[in-house]
């Protein structure tokens, strides 16, 4: 088999992947199958993303195959593989500029269950935008929106026509009702240094580093794993304590996902030197429980290529109070997507494998929350918000 040709064939607008990228693509197939697991939801940056249906009476279960589509672990091969580690080569290639920028934006799925027929809307849902200049002094700035409630995809606004186009939506959240409007202003906030514009800033990104100290990273794979990705829970990694894992003690499962949350966010919350962008990618695909799924779509139908955890089980209880259809098991499993031209980050979201409970309707792939990376770059100018919506 020429490992070299079938990337190049497979993805002829990006660069193939080096000698050593085939190298490591070529040994995983010599690894056996691992087991597919579900999530605990971090968002950019390394932040909890407390949406409105994440505290629902959930139980955790131990990891296990799914046997659905796009849930096995067991879809990892040399194609799904070597694509990420194309994207990571080309991720090494990317200029540089005077202002970084990031603009993401996150979302939470709710069942409508209408008379007319069962749809699925993203409420919950917000917008923010940051940018940082090179040096201090530079300034940053800060800007949030809140986003209005909307069919998922193209076949959800085909039945919410045909119940009606409601204008708002009264769903389950927490413990409670809440209605999400499908209608709202989408205006940026802005005000203070905290959360608007600092002329006195520049210089350190969200993630805590300052420039000098992006640009000292090392860039070799193993190194950004044992600096990054050890999670030794030792109570002072915030994930870990927030996770309430002590001594390092944390299911395989979890730490999957909270490596994956960690250069999700160190990916998007800060202008990594391209070698260290590159490096972050590839020590996550050799991490243990996290596979290569091939493509995937995001929640802005945009498609890459994925990394995923194993799957697992949770179960919604009627705890507090939550209606029937709403309680029961479903599997799920953390999933990044990077664009394969240029090796960015363009989703975090937890997919359904197995329907269960809340999702018994939905099919396998179907997303339960998301963070996604609408945009992050260099530009040589101070950048602003879009005025746009992400989705219309």
């Known amino acids: ?23 490591r693509a070529k040994a995983l197939l010599n690894d056996p199958p691992r087991r597919p697991v579900r999530r605990q939801w971090w968002g950019f940056g390394g932040v ?30 040399l194609d799904a593989k070597g694509a990420v580690l194309a994207a990571a080569y080309n991720a090494e290639r990317q200029p540089l500029g005077k202002y970084w920028y990031s603009n993401s934006l996150d979302g939470q799925a709710y069942i409508m269950r209408a008379t007319t027929g069962t749809y699925a809307i993203t409420g919950a849902t917000a917008e923010s935008f940051s940018w940082f200049g090179v040096k201090k002094g ?25 119940a009606g186009s409601p204008t708002s939506f009264h769903v389950w959240s927490n413990d409670h009702y809440y209605t999400y409007p499908g209608k709202v202003s989408p205006k940026w906030r802005s005000s203070g240094p905290e959360v608007g514009s600092d002329p006195r800033g520049g210089g350190k990104f969200l993630v805590g580093l300052t420039t000098e100290e992006l640009q000292k990273l090392p860039t070799d794979p193993a190194a950004l794993a044992a600096k990054f990705l050890d999670m030794s829970g030792d109570g002072k990694d915030p994930m870990s304590k927030a996770m309430g894992i002590r001594g390092g003690k944390a299911a395989p499962a979890a730490l999957a996902r909270m490596r994956i ?35 995937d779509t995001d929640a802005l139908g945009r498609t890459g290529v994925a990394l995923a955890s194993d799957d697992r089980a949770s179960t919604v209880t009627g705890e507090w109070g939550g209606p029937k259809a709403e309680r029961g098991t479903y599997r799920s499993r953390s999933v990044i997507i990077f664009d394969q031209r240029t090796g960015g980050v363009l989703a975090q979201q937890e997919e359904l494998t197995t329907p269960g409970g809340p999702y018994s309707e939905m099919k396998p792939g179907f997303i339960i929350n998301y963070v996604a990376a609408r945009s992050s770059n260099w530009t040589d100018t101070k950048p602003g918000p879009p005025a746009e919506l992400p989705f219309r």
């Open 261 to 295: 949350a960690r250069v999700g966010g160190l990916l998007n919350g800060a202008p990594m030197p391209p070698k260290v962008r590159a490096g972050l990618m590839r020590a996550l695909a050799d991490q243990p429980g996290i596979y290569a799924i091939g493509r």
């Open 1 to 23: 088999m020429d490992e070299m040709r079938m990337v190049r064939d497979a993805y002829a607008e990006p660069a193939p992947p080096t000698a050593q990228e085939i190298a």
């Open 138 to 162: 530079m300034g940053e700035a800060y800007f949030a929106r809140d986003l209005p409630a909307h069919p998922q995809t193209a076949r959800d606004t085909e039945l919410w026509r045909k």
């Open 48 to 77: 909890v993303v407390v949406g409105a249906a994440a505290a629902v009476a959930i139980s955790l279960t131990g990891g296990g195959t799914s046997g659905t589509p796009g849930g096995p672990a067991s879809t990892t091969s």
